[in-house]
Every structure is written in structure tokens, then in C-alpha cells.
């Protein structure tokens, strides 16, 4: 494999526009990826059916891997600012077939993805305008395609007005979640709760066990993921070396203490039978009881605007992904065409609004109902996510290697803890298979989902006589 690192030696056409987004910028798009209240819509009613109450536990018990991959983020955007992110680095660190195989995953990650976003955006859009649909597929199909469209249809302009949009939904959101989170505590406090808190929200026997608890730190590795958004958007961030590697380790912080605040806050407002059959519409559920009336639909905006921003940036990310693969030739060469003006990657946008577009439809198909749906996807992208963190890890682990030994902040920042997060990832993606903690639909779409990038590697490599990772595109960004 040694000739399929050689390059072709063409020079690109264009660039992403550098220098339009600073830190802050960085970090909203990270955490509007994350999506806590879109995302605790989808997950909070999933994470209760694994881990009764006390879904605390696997969500801080995350956090530790996930500090540890975000460290190897940091480490590696240091070492090369690349819009493929994990694609290249794991490419050059490790293996061309694993880098490939790194990039396909987070495309499918965020296509999949997008049907937990625009499904709650379908169902809570209908809560407002008709609320007798909100249990029906194509109806919530339909009107979360329009979403897609839409915001699709937004991201062709300047990343600079993607940024100003994600900024003002992030201070609406997070300052409604904050208020319903200090009305789900005083609820608790009065006790008129649908349970009190007790120590089995705490322990691993509350969580149903090892089986329990393994199917909730999905589900968790699924909540928090997203925060790399912060780096696919390196190339057109101030400061690129560090600004990146910033984002991504405040916003893994960040979303630690929100996500362990709304559910602690919110997970006992109603019963565990209401909460598990409100499918995507959980938090407008809790709303109602938390703060009856009409002013209880300002939860249901912020879940649908960040919902929506969630939705943005996922198109934003899979498409800067897209581009720099198709730099590589190991994409279609339209990918690489950007706007001559905004210097946005129109083509493949688009292109990934479709395919978001496609899989929705699908959804309308699929056995069961929204819960059901949901609930899958919830779980099939924490594996998806606990393998392409863990190659991030390993190729960060590798490429420092030489200077792992020199100091200790060496040692433990680059090598223990970012090791630690892999090897963590990977035993629960290994005992959830073993044990059977999460369904076989969920295994088949996570697994699958990983499993087919290698032989289109290889096709695309043989078949298609591509040697991968040998176009122009990562050698000039190395010499740029």
C-alpha cells in the first residue's frame, strides 16, 4: 500500500473561504450540532426505557472517553486543519482503507442523523398548527422535508449568516431550557413528580444493571456526539491550529452539565410510560406539565429551532466532509465545486440535502412508530459515533507516539486519556453486541453502517483506480 500515498500533484481549483469564523462561532456550531434540546427530545424517552432513572450514570460516565477523544481532536487539528478531519488524519496516521472506511461512518452518521432531527421538527411544528397529526408518519415526513429544504436552501449562503443564525437560536435555546430545568427542579423539590429521587438514580442496579447501563452509554455517546462540528469548519476558522481544538473541548464540557441538568430536572416530571410513548414530542410533553397552558409551547420553539439548527449544521458538516474527500478523488468531483462569491461547497450541499431528503422518505416505511424510529436511530448512531471517535483516538495515540514519553502532560493528555476514551468506546460498542443490549435492528444499522465503507474502499481504489488519499487535495493542503 505504500504507492497509495503517492500524490498527483494537481493544484485545486478553490478553497474554502479562510478566517469567517471566530471561537465562539466555533463553538455555537459544535454545541448546535449537539442539539440538547432537540436532542433530549429524541434520547430522553430512550434513554429512560434502557436506564429507568438513572440515565446520570452512563451520561457522566461518557464524559470521561468523550474528553479524551476531544483532546485527540485537539491534538491532531494542531497537527493538520483539514476539513476531512478524521478522514485524513486517521488516513495519514494510520491506514488510507481505515481513513475511508473513518469518513464514510460520519457520513452516514449525519445522514442518518438527520431523520432524529427533522422528525422532531416535522412533529413539533405539527403541535403547533395540527395536533391531531403529530402520530403520523408521512405527515411528520412531510413537513420535516420542508424543513430540510429550507435549511438546505439557507446554508448556500455565506457560512458567516449560517454562524449569525446559529448564535441567536443558541441564546433562545439554552435560556428556555434553563428556566424549565429550575421549574423541573422545584417540581422535584415539592415532590409532585411522577417519582421521587432516590439512590437508585445514582447506582448501576437503578440503571437495570451492566445490560442497562451499556444501552444507556450509547445512547449517551449519542447525545453528546456532534461536538466535532467545531472542527470540519477549521479551514474557515480564525487561528485554525487552536481555535478548532478549543471548540471542541469546551462544547464536550458544556454539554455535561446540560445534559446532566435537564435530566436529572426533567426525567421524573411525568410518568416513565408517558415519557417512553411521546416519542419525539417528550420534551412538549414534560412542558405542559411543568408549566401548563399556552406559555408551555415556548419549549416546543426551542426544541424546534434547535432542532432546525441542528439540522444546519449537519448539513454544514457532512458537506465540508464531502468536499475534502472529493479533493481526494475518493469522491465525486462535483463535490468539490464551490460558489464563486460565498466560496461555499453549493454542490455538495445540496447533493447531501437530497440524500437527507431520501432516507427520511425511508422512514415513512419502517416498522413501528416514531418511538420506534427514534429509538433505533438514537442507538445505531451511538455506535456509529463510539467507532469513528475511537479511530480519531487511536490515530492521535499513533502519530504522537515519538513524544508520548517526553513530559508527563505528554503522556497522560496525549496518550492515556485519549487511549482511555478508545479502548472505552470500543468495549461498549463489544459488550453491547455481546450481551445483546440493544436490539438487532439497532446493531445491523450501526454496524452495517461501518462495515460497507471497506469494500467501497477497495472498489474505489482497485475498481475505480483511485489511490486513496493520493489526489491533490491533501498534499496542497499540507503545503498551503
Same mark, same amino acid.
Given at each position: 500500500?505504500?504507492?497509495?500515498?503517492?500524490?498527483?500533484?494537481?493544484?485545486?481549483?478553490?478553497?474554502?473561504?479562510?478566517?469567517?469564523?471566530?471561537?465562539?462561532?466555533?463553538?455555537?456550531?459544535?454545541?448546535?450540532?449537539?442539539?440538547?434540546?432537540?436532542?433530549?427530545?429524541?434520547?430522553?424517552?430512550?434513554?429512560?426505557?434502557?436506564?429507568?432513572?438513572?440515565?446520570?450514570?452512563?451520561?457522566?460516565?461518557?464524559?470521561?472517553?468523550?474528553?479524551?477523544?476531544?483532546?485527540?481532536?485537539?491534538?491532531?487539528?494542531?497537527?493538520?486543519?483539514?476539513?476531512?478531519?478524521?478522514?485524513?488524519?486517521?488516513?495519514?496516521?494510520?491506514?488510507?482503507?481505515?481513513?475511508?472506511?473513518?469518513?464514510?461512518?460520519?457520513?452516514?452518521?449525519?445522514?442518518?442523523?438527520?431523520?432524529?432531527?427533522?422528525?422532531?421538527?416535522?412533529?413539533?411544528?405539527?403541535?403547533?398548527?395540527?395536533?391531531?397529526?403529530?402520530?403520523?408518519?408521512?405527515?411528520?415526513?412531510?413537513?420535516?422535508?420542508?424543513?430540510?429544504?429550507?435549511?438546505?436552501?439557507?446554508?448556500?449562503?455565506?457560512?458567516?449568516?449560517?454562524?449569525?443564525?446559529?448564535?441567536?437560536?443558541?441564546?433562545?435555546?439554552?435560556?428556555?431550557?434553563?428556566?424549565?430545568?429550575?421549574?423541573?427542579?422545584?417540581?422535584?423539590?415539592?415532590?409532585?413528580?411522577?417519582?421521587?429521587?432516590?439512590?437508585?438514580?445514582?447506582?448501576?442496579?437503578?440503571?437495570?444493571?451492566?445490560?442497562?447501563?451499556?444501552?444507556?452509554?450509547?445512547?449517551?455517546?449519542?447525545?453528546?456526539?456532534?461536538?466535532?462540528?467545531?472542527?470540519?469548519?477549521?479551514?474557515?476558522?480564525?487561528?485554525?491550529?487552536?481555535?478548532?481544538?478549543?471548540?471542541?473541548?469546551?462544547?464536550?464540557?458544556?454539554?455535561?452539565?446540560? !445534559?446532566?441538568?435537564? =435530566?436529572?430536572?426533567?426525567?421524573?416530571?411525568?410518568? @416513565? $410510560?408517558? &415519557?417512553?410513548?411521546?416519542? /419525539? +414530542?417528550?420534551?412538549?410533553?414534560?412542558?405542559?406539565?411543568?408549566?401548563?397552558?399556552?406559555?408551555?409551547?415556548?419549549?416546543?420553539?426551542?426544541?424546534?429551532?434547535?432542532?432546525?439548527?441542528?439540522?444546519?449544521?449537519?448539513?454544514?458538516?457532512?458537506?465540508?466532509?464531502?468536499?475534502?474527500?472529493?479533493?481526494?478523488?475518493?469522491?465525486?468531483?462535483?463535490?468539490?465545486?464551490?460558489?464563486?462569491?460565498?466560496?461555499?461547497?453549493?454542490?455538495?450541499?445540496?447533493?447531501?440535502?437530497?440524500?437527507?431528503?431520501?432516507?427520511?422518505?425511508?422512514?415513512?416505511?419502517?416498522?413501528?412508530?416514531?418511538?420506534?424510529?427514534?429509538?433505533?436511530?438514537?442507538?445505531?448512531?451511538?455506535?456509529?459515533?463510539?467507532? !469513528?471517535?475511537?479511530? =480519531?483516538?487511536?490515530?492521535?495515540?499513533?502519530?504522537? @507516539? $515519538?513524544? &508520548?514519553?517526553?513530559?508527563? /502532560? +505528554?503522556?497522560?493528555?496525549?496518550?492515556?486519556?485519549?487511549?482511555?476514551?478508545?479502548?472505552?468506546?470500543?468495549?461498549?460498542?463489544?459488550?453491547?453486541?455481546?450481551?445483546?443490549?440493544?436490539?438487532?435492528?439497532?446493531?445491523?444499522?450501526?454496524?452495517?453502517?461501518?462495515?460497507?465503507?471497506?469494500?467501497?474502499?477497495?472498489?474505489?481504489?482497485?475498481?475505480?483506480?483511485?489511490?486513496?488519499?493520493?489526489?491533490?487535495?491533501?498534499?496542497?493542503?499540507?503545503?498551503?
Amino acid at each position: 500500500m505504500a504507492d497509495v500515498l503517492c500524490k498527483t500533484g494537481a493544484a485545486p481549483t478553490s478553497h474554502l473561504k479562510a478566517g469567517s469564523l471566530s471561537l465562539t462561532d466555533a463553538i455555537v456550531l459544535a454545541l448546535a450540532s449537539s442539539a440538547p434540546a432537540q436532542t433530549m427530545a429524541v434520547a430522553l424517552p430512550a434513554l429512560v426505557a434502557a436506564t429507568g432513572y438513572a440515565g446520570l450514570l452512563p451520561i457522566v460516565c461518557a464524559f470521561v472517553p468523550m474528553l479524551g477523544i476531544a483532546l485527540a481532536y485537539q491534538r491532531l487539528n494542531r497537527w493538520d486543519q483539514s476539513a476531512g478531519a478524521t478522514y485524513t488524519w486517521v488516513s495519514k496516521a494510520l491506514h488510507p482503507y481505515l481513513g475511508f472506511v473513518a469518513g464514510w461512518m460520519i457520513l452516514m452518521y449525519y445522514t442518518l442523523g438527520t431523520i432524529s432531527m427533522t422528525v422532531p421538527a416535522g412533529a413539533y411544528t405539527l403541535q403547533f398548527v395540527a395536533p391531531g397529526l403529530v402520530g403520523n408518519k408521512i405527515a411528520v415526513a412531510l413537513v420535516g422535508g420542508v424543513w430540510n429544504v429550507l435549511v438546505t436552501l439557507l446554508l448556500l449562503a455565506k457560512i458567516e449568516i449560517a454562524a449569525r443564525f446559529q448564535k441567536a437560536l443558541a441564546i433562545f435555546e439554552y435560556s428556555v431550557l434553563l428556566l424549565f430545568v429550575i421549574l423541573g427542579m422545584r417540581t422535584l423539590a415539592l415532590g409532585s413528580g411522577a417519582s421521587p429521587v432516590s439512590s437508585a438514580w445514582f447506582t448501576l442496579s437503578g440503571a437495570g444493571g451492566t445490560k442497562g447501563f451499556l444501552a444507556g452509554t450509547l445512547i449517551a455517546v449519542f447525545m453528546y456526539s456532534g461536538w466535532d462540528a467545531a472542527i470540519y469548519v477549521n479551514e474557515e476558522t480564525k487561528d485554525k491550529e487552536t481555535n478548532p481544538g478549543r471548540a471542541a473541548i469546551t462544547s464536550v464540557v458544556i454539554l455535561l452539565l446540560v !445534559y446532566s441538568l435537564i =435530566t436529572f430536572a426533567y426525567q421524573a416530571v411525568v410518568s @416513565r $410510560a408517558a &415519557l417512553e410513548n411521546s416519542a /419525539g +414530542n417528550s420534551l412538549a410533553v414534560i412542558a405542559e406539565h411543568l408549566l401548563p397552558g399556552r406559555s408551555s409551547l415556548v419549549l416546543s420553539i426551542a426544541v424546534l429551532l434547535g432542532t432546525v439548527a441542528c439540522l444546519q449544521v449537519a448539513v454544514v458538516s457532512s458537506s465540508r466532509l464531502g468536499f475534502a474527500m472529493a479533493e481526494d478523488r475518493v469522491m465525486p468531483a462535483f463535490f468539490k465545486t464551490l460558489h464563486p462569491k460565498t466560496a461555499s461547497p453549493w454542490a455538495v450541499t445540496l447533493f447531501m440535502g437530497a440524500v437527507n431528503l431520501v432516507f427520511l422518505c425511508l422512514t415513512v416505511f419502517e416498522a413501528g412508530g416514531i418511538r420506534e424510529v427514534l429509538s433505533n436511530i438514537a442507538g445505531a448512531l451511538g455506535i456509529i459515533a463510539s467507532l !469513528y471517535y475511537a479511530l =480519531t483516538a487511536i490515530a492521535a495515540v499513533w502519530q504522537y @507516539r $515519538a513524544v &508520548l514519553r517526553k513530559n508527563f /502532560g +505528554n503522556f497522560v493528555l496525549g496518550g492515556v486519556w485519549p487511549g482511555l476514551g478508545a479502548v472505552s468506546l470500543l468495549g461498549v460498542v463489544v459488550e453491547s453486541v455481546r450481551t445483546r443490549a440493544v436490539s438487532a435492528t439497532v446493531l445491523c444499522a450501526g454496524l452495517g453502517a461501518a462495515a460497507i465503507g471497506l469494500p467501497i474502499a477497495v472498489a474505489v481504489h482497485y475498481v475505480g483506480k483511485v489511490p486513496l488519499l493520493a489526489a491533490s487535495g491533501t498534499q496542497q493542503r499540507e503545503s498551503s
